[in-house]
Every structure is written in structure tokens, then in C-alpha cells.
């Protein structure tokens, strides 16, 4: 199904335009009528006394998101700034705001909220109903900052600065709201934000915010060991995933003359472990956001990609900027 309508949302035109413009029709009534009711006061909109800050995209899928969060996560703490984070814990099975620790369970509160626990030292707390998990997080520890993993069209929230992300390799798709294209929200939504990001750019001299993707390396899941992704040039691997966008991964690849066989599921898909057994010598190839589900695993060929992503210089001097701002320093 994901494929179905990636191929309709990516394309110029598609004959099921005749069945899905219709409801797309529908769903702008929809989303116009709620922020139209946000707008007048209608809808209870909950500020916090602390500096909320949104990274979010318009369209379905990944555009970076996460990555960034993390990024800006530590990129404030070594400023010795208390981050809290909020996930929405899609794809989990709680109802409860949950405060992510050592033992959390990736279906239990959602595997972007543990790979953010992961690789920041922030205080997280996953929940899909934002003011309640921003809430909680504030009566669970004390911060300076909250940063909130996707949540751009979670109106209910006030904020105080907004970064929205593009992806500079699919923009908006053809331009339709959904579901005859992958706009949550009329691309114009776009300019209300503090920060308009590009994802995904190629080139380090583009003016205006870009953020970076880079993968050079891979750790052994069980033996720790890294290495470098061109000692498997020439090499055949399995790459097992389940994210939206993989082209930029499988470009890396390719670039690295890494030989691939693509095993790609669905974003958040489930794994049971069954999906990185195969009966052959191949390395298996995991992002992190796959892998925090699979960490029980005893599969000693499995290696995980150390993805990151950098922002440009454009980006760090508009983000300094604009903090400056905004009173967040304890």
C-alpha cells in the first residue's frame, strides 16, 4: 500500500486521480474547518512557561526529522542547555505518556522515541497527545527546552519556533493534499515556519538552511567493532529496512561499490528477527531506527549504519539567531 501511493504522490499524474481528488477535496474541508476553530479560540490551545520547539514536515513519510531532532538535541546540550524531547510514539501500543529509559520496549512506546534515547542524553518521553506528554515530561524532570519530534499540524500545542523540513529530493510530491497526494497540509503552511530546512541537499554551498545526510561507517551489532564503509566495497550485503525514503541510502551504497540485495518493509514495520536470517556468508546491513528493535538479536552479521546528518552553516547562524530570542538558558 505504501508503494501504491508513493507512486501516485511522486508522479505528475495518475488515472486514480479520478477516485482520490474527491476525498482529497473532503480532507481540506476537514483540516480548514479545525485550524479555521484553532484560530477563533474555539479548540483549547495549552502553552507551557517553557521554549517549545517543533521540527515537522507537510508531507507523509521521512524527511529527516528524527535525525535533526537528535542533532539539535545535542547541539543544545553542549551548551549545557536541559533538552527534553517529546516523540509521538507512532506505531506504539501505549495510551500513557512514557518516559523512555533502558528498558523500553520500541512497540510498547515507539522505535524513534529509544533511538532517541539512544543517541542523546535528552530527558524523553514519548506520547501522542502532546500537551499531555509535554506535561508529563515537566512533572518527570526539570528542562529548559522541550523539542518535539514531528508535531507541526498538532495545533493544540502552542509553540515558540517552528523548523519545517523539505525534502530537497521530493519536495511535495504533486502538490495534492492527501490522499491523492502526500500533503498533511496546503504547501503554502510552510512559510508560517521560524526555519525553512532543506534534507536530503547534496551540496555544502546551497544558500539557505540544508541539512547534510552521512554514513561512513557500520558497527558490528554483537562484537562493537566499526568499520568503514569502503572495506565492503566490491562486497554483496543484505540491506534490511523499513523507512520511508531509502533512495539516499541505497545512492551511499552504490557510491561505496557496495553490491546490495534490498530486503525493504514498510516505515515502522514490526520485526520479528526472522527478517536478517539468511543462509549465506553476507553481512546484513540495519539502520539504527530498525536495529532498536532487533537488539535482543544474537545475529553477528548484522552491522549498523552510523547515520547522521549535519547542518549547514546557513542553518546554525539562522538556529543562533533565532534562540537568542527565546529565553531558554537556566
Not at 107 to 113: F, K, P, T, Y
Not at 189 to 206: F, V
Not at 232 to 253: D, P, T, W, Y
Amino acid at each position: 500500500m505504501e508503494k501504491f501511493f508513493n507512486n501516485i504522490w511522486y508522479s505528475r499524474f495518475s488515472i486514480f486521480i479520478v477516485v482520490l481528488l474527491p476525498v482529497t477535496f473532503i480532507y481540506w474541508l476537514i483540516i480548514s474547518l479545525r485550524l479555521f476553530l484553532y484560530n477563533i479560540k474555539f479548540f483549547k490551545i495549552t502553552k507551557f512557561n517553557i521554549p517549545i520547539i517543533i521540527i515537522g514536515n507537510l508531507t507523509v513519510g521521512g524527511s529527516g526529522k528524527t535525525p535533526l531532532c537528535i542533532w539539535l538535541a545535542n547541539y543544545l546540550l553542549s551548551k549545557k542547555v536541559r533538552v527534553g524531547i517529546v516523540s509521538s510514539g507512532y506505531k506504539s501500543s501505549s495510551t500513557e505518556p512514557q518516559l523512555i529509559g533502558n528498558n523500553s520496549d520500541p512497540s510498547i512506546v515507539g522505535d524513534e522515541a529509544v533511538l532517541l534515547y539512544l543517541q542523546t542524553k535528552a530527558i524523553i518521553v514519548s506520547g501522542g497527545d502532546r500537551v499531555a506528554a509535554t506535561r508529563y515530561l515537566l512533572e518527570s524532570s526539570e528542562c529548559d527546552i522541550i523539542i518535539h519530534d514531528d508535531g507541526l499540524q498538532h495545533y493544540a500545542l502552542a509553540r515558540s519556533y517552528e523548523i519545517g523540513i523539505i525534502d530537497a529530493d521530493r519536495f511535495f510530491g504533486n502538490g495534492f493534499l492527501l490522499p491523492y497526494g502526500p500533503l498533511r497540509e496546503p504547501s503554502n503552511r510552510i512559510n508560517k515556519c521560524d526555519m525553512i530546512a532543506y534534507s536530503n541537499a547534496s551540496k555544502h554551498d546551497i544558500k539557505k538552511p540544508s541539512i547534510f545526510s552521512k554514513c561512513n561507517f557500520v558497527q558490528n551489532s554483537i562484537t562493537k567493532e566499526i568499520k568503514s564503509l569502503d572495506e565492503f566495497s566490491g562486497k554483496e550485503i543484505h540491506l534490511v529496512i523499513g523507512i520511508a525514503n531509502i533512495s539516499r541510502i541505497l545512492n551511499n551504497l552504490k557510491i561505496k561499490n557496495i553490491k546490495t540485495t534490498l530486503h525493504h518493509y514498510n516505515d515502522h514495520y514490526a520485526y520479528t528477527g526472522n527478517e536478517c536470517e539468511f543462509h549465506d556468508e553476507k553481512s546484513v546491513f540495519l539502520t539504527m531506527k530498525d536495529y532498536v528493535k532487533l537488539k535482543s538479536s544474537g545475529n553477528e552479521k548484522i552491522w549498523v549504519m552510523q547515520h547522521y546528518v549535519e547542518p549547514n552553516e546557513y542553518f546554525i547562524e539562522k538556529l543562533n539567531k533565532d534562540l537568542s530570542n527565546i529565553n531558554y538558558e537556566s
